[in-house]
């Protein structure tokens, strides 16, 4: 058994990642968010070694327009299950996936192939936001985006996890110092928005007790962050030298790496 997962593209232009799980002949694909256009996801599903068809199931976290892109379009064209959260569909719009829907909340745990999934809620500012962990029975992968704050709840989701994709959206002073206008400034760094790289790494020391070995960076703001400033934080908190952590690009993501 081996669970592997990649990020195809992180932050507001775009977010994607894709967890796979193998069993012996049996490999599973699971689509975590689809912020691209369906052109584009081709492209990045192509670059990771992948085609559309092997996605076997969406995962899509919340309705922001950076998480949901062409999930639609997707998931009628390859007939993909799509999981998300009754508020998530309702904040869409309330979208007909033609049977494909799969509804799913805090606590809810489903199979996709090998992987077995579990959501769980987060403050952030949608309707009914999930986050989720994954394993193939011998090791669990977390993904933690888009989230305002940390709580009990969110720690002890995470508890276990060996790896964990997570938010370091923004370094409070370059948040403070930039151009974006005040409400927004005050909407990212607020309990409802946004991590900051210290709230992560805050995150990541808790979760070391409980087995976290490596984390990587994502979703970092481009005008409010840096992958070293992200690096800087998080290295501390997981006692490895800033060189070893993983920061997913924007566009590129990040290599296929072992959860
Ligand atoms: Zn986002
Ligand atoms: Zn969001």
Request: proline share 3%.
């Amino acid at each position: 058994m081996t669970l592997r997962f990649k990020n195809l593209g992180s932050g507001s232009s775009g977010n994607a990642t894709v967890i796979q799980a193998r069993d012996g002949a049996q490999v599973s694909h699971l689509l975590v968010d689809c912020g691209l256009g369906i052109r584009e996801l081709g492209k990045r599903l192509g670059a990771a070694g992948m085609l559309a068809e092997h996605v076997d199931a969406i995962f899509i976290t919340h309705e922001h327009a950076d998480h949901i892109g062409c999930v639609r379009q997707l998931a009628l064209r390859e007939r993909i299950p799509v999981y998300m959260s009754h508020g998530t569909h309702v904040a869409m719009g309330e979208p007909d996936f033609e049977g494909l829907l799969r509804v799913v909340c805090d606590g809810m745990v489903f199979s996709v192939g090998a992987i077995e999934v579990r959501p769980f809620t987060v403050p952030h500012d949608a309707r009914e936001p999930l986050q989720l962990t994954c394993t193939d029975g011998a090791t669990r992968l977390g993904v933690l985006t888009d989230l305002g704050r940390s709580s009990d709840h969110v720690l002890e989701q995470l508890a276990g996890c060996r790896t964990l994709l997570l938010e370091c959206n923004h370094d409070p002073a370059m948040l403070e110092q930039g151009t974006y206008p005040w409400f927004l400034k005050r909407r990212i760094g607020g309990g409802w928005g946004h991590l900051a790289n210290e709230a992560s790494a805050a995150i990541a020391m808790a979760l070391r007790a409980s087995g976290l070995q490596q984390v990587v960076a994502a979703h970092l703001s481009e005008q409010n962050n840096r992958p070293d400033l992200a690096r800087a934080a998080l290295a501390p908190a997981m006692g490895c030298d800033a060189g070893d952590i993983t920061v997913a690009d924007g566009v590129a993501g990040c290599a296929w790496m072992d959860a």
